[in-house]
């Protein structure tokens, strides 16, 4: 029988509990305070609980890519606040850290400029055996990129040309890639936006890029449109993930991930089918958005 892993405390959000009590607060609003925290804590722990038996096949995973020393890279893409941090902590928790890894690339300095537009990634593609989760990746160009005008047209462009024969390679040449994109509705990356701007403790989260992002939201929907239909392929598809239940999301990523490869010692008790609310592939959702194109009267790009 397979052990289950155990919580990792570590890995829970900072919150107040650290804080010295105001020198007003008595004994009982201490009390009060601590078992409101102990709360939410043990909320947290029973929300995660689901993805428990996930994150042993994450490991038997790992184990079977380290065996064959087989590369895989996992692209996380989407609007900002669509969850994609606190899927990638979930994935990676009790993964070998030497072998497993997150990469978050910021912008690109003025050397990097000058290279070719891929190179930055490449520097950081797992070796065999290794497994790195993009935090966003060279989608930037065809998402954030043109929709803030931190692209020229022309490199835009060029992007599209490039990136199906980049991937292509990549794939033909040994490296399982999986293309994920959170997909989160307005009304809910509204919400995280305000709680972020009202949590001390989430502050941080919220960027000039964050504040703008509900004005940009159709120019977004636009160069998601754009990707999907240019550079879901065959070899290299996009997945979509539907966040606006986090917990949801997690637990259908892991699925995801898990079943782009065949390793050994898959648990046959656990259901490893993604829920098809949650999951669809890149041509369903472009599909879906013509339809609502075409419902609102808006011509299709």
Known sequence: MTTQPSYDPDAVELTSIGRP?????TVE??????????????????KDRPLHPYQVELLKLQQHLEAEQIPMIVLFEGRDAAGK?????????????????????????ERQRTQWYFQRYVEHFPAGGEVVLFDRSWYNRALVEPVFGFCTKSEYRDFLRGVVGF????????????????????????????RRRNDPL??????????????????FTDMK????????????????IRS?????????????????VDYAGRDPSLDFTPDPEIVVSGTEELMRMDRERDQLGVPRL
């Open 21 to 25: 009590p105001a020198d007003t607060e």
């Open 29 to 46: 609003e201490r009390l009060r305070r601590l078992e409101e925290e102990r709360n939410r804590l043990q909320a947290m722990l029973d």
């Open 85 to 109: 941090g606190g899927t990638i902590r979930r994935v990676l928790r009790f993964m070998n850290e030497k072998r497993a890894r997150v990469v978050a690339l910021g912008k690109p300095t």
């Open 167 to 194: 991937e292509k390679d990549l794939v033909r040449q040994g490296t399982v890639l999986v293309k994920l994109y959170f997909s989160v509705d307005k009304p809910t990356q509204a919400r995280r936006f305000e």
């Open 202 to 219: 989430r502050q941080w989260k919220l960027s000039e890029i964050d504040m703008q992002a509900q004005e940009l939201w159709d120019a």
């Open 225 to 240: 449109h754009r990707m999907l239909e240019r550079t879901s392929t065959a070899l290299a598809p996009w997945t979509i």
């Open 244 to 260: 606006s239940s986090k917990p949801k999301a997690r637990l259908n990523t892991m699925k995801v991930i898990l079943n782009a």
